[in-house]
């Protein structure tokens, strides 16, 4: 992702358009982000996988205790 500095903005706001439908463009003040730029369909895209994320508190029993093992078996190697 390419950072720009929030002043740039305005004087570059077409460029940045242009830029954000291939990827998204963070714009920085005083060194942190302070926005992201980016298409229509990288938003609703990413609108819609985090609403099929599931919380781990929201899963059953079952699929935590494999989590659980299987970071177990994993630290093991």
């Known amino acids: 992702m390419e ?3 929030g002043s740039d903005l305005q004087r570059k706001f077409s460029e940045f358009q242009r830029q954000a439908q291939h990827e998204p463009v963070e714009i920085t003040c ?4 302070e926005f992201v ?4 369909e990288h938003y609703d895209w990413q609108k819609a996988a985090s609403q ?3 919380k781990t ?4 029993p079952v699929v935590i205790d494999a989590i659980e093992k299987a970071e177990m078996d994993a630290a093991s190697c």
């Open 3 to 5: 950072t720009y500095h």
């Open 57 to 60: 508190a929201d899963a059953s």
């Open 52 to 54: 099929r994320a599931h």
């Open 37 to 40: 730029l980016m298409s229509a």
């Open 30 to 33: 005083h060194g942190r982000c």
